[in-house]
Nanobody, 123 residues
């Protein structure tokens, strides 16, 4: 069993920054890739970023490249998403998920998920 808990969401003005955290517990040795997805109101869940626990290889959606940075602290079993230069279109519930493969699969292919944390960016 793997448990994932997201935190760090909140309300921020456009151009501001926010740092999300995803703490993993349980059978974390089964995880290879950690990924962030987000779902905006009325939209489908979309890929944001991913990272591997071992090599630290990263992947970003074009919409966030250059603004968001994903990182991990293996000792703490925690993944972070530093979000800078936030835009109103970044408003969404952000979900952390784990997978045993790389590149990261689509939403349905992820093995475990957290309950999400809401990020709201005002104009």
């Amino acid at each position: 069993q793997v448990q994932l808990v997201e935190s760090g969401g909140g309300l921020v003005q456009a151009g501001g920054s926010l740092r999300l955290s995803c703490a993993a517990s349980g059978r974390t040795f089964s995880m290879y890739t950690m990924a962030w997805f987000r779902q905006a109101p009325g939209k489908e869940r979309e890929f944001v970023s991913a990272i591997t626990w071992t090599t630290g290889s990263t992947r970003y959606a074009d919409s966030v490249k250059g603004r968001f940075t994903i990182s991990r602290d293996n000792a703490k079993n925690t993944v972070y998403l530093q979000m800078n230069s936030l835009k109103p279109e970044d408003t969404a519930v952000y979900y952390c998920g784990s997978s045993d493969t790389w590149p990261p699969p689509r939403w349905a292919g992820m093995d475990y998920w957290g309950k999400g944390t809401l990020v709201t960016v005002s104009e």
